[in-house]
């Protein structure tokens, strides 16, 4: 068989199809980059450093907890209401994150810091920062994982 008889194939210029829970990551992925793009822009815009921002943050602890205090890099699981001001709820939901990481609200993940399993706290946070409006958070760490 001589080399003239071999066909090369040609790439294939037809788009691939995705599948569509394919199709879903792509779009949280892309969500999620413009999130931090804008997190990161309002840090340089306020030159936020993290002990500005804990001494910005008000809270009350409700229920002090039981067992080791949530640090930097800790995996958690927690309950958070957040509301506006004039009561409007913003968001409710079981969230879990690593702290320090940046996958959720920089006020939220400080107000963790030192929070025991089942502690309560309320969290007041200042709209001078990276949330559009004064906002509350009603937050309960459920495990620190």
Known sequence: MSSSNI?????SNAPVEKTAKQQKIEVQRKKHEEKMVEYERIDALYNVKD?????????????EGEGRAVSESDQVRLHHT???????VLD???IKFQVGVGKVHTELQLSTIGMKKHGKRVVAVNS?????????FEIELLAIL
């Open 92 to 94: 409710d939901q079981v």
């Open 82 to 88: 957040a509301r506006t001001d004039n009561s409007g």
């Open 128 to 136: 001078a920062f990276t949330l559009p409006q004064k906002t509350i």
């Open 7 to 11: 066909r090369k194939r040609e790439p």
């Open 51 to 63: 002990e500005e921002m804990i001494s910005a943050l008000n809270y009350t602890i409700i229920t």
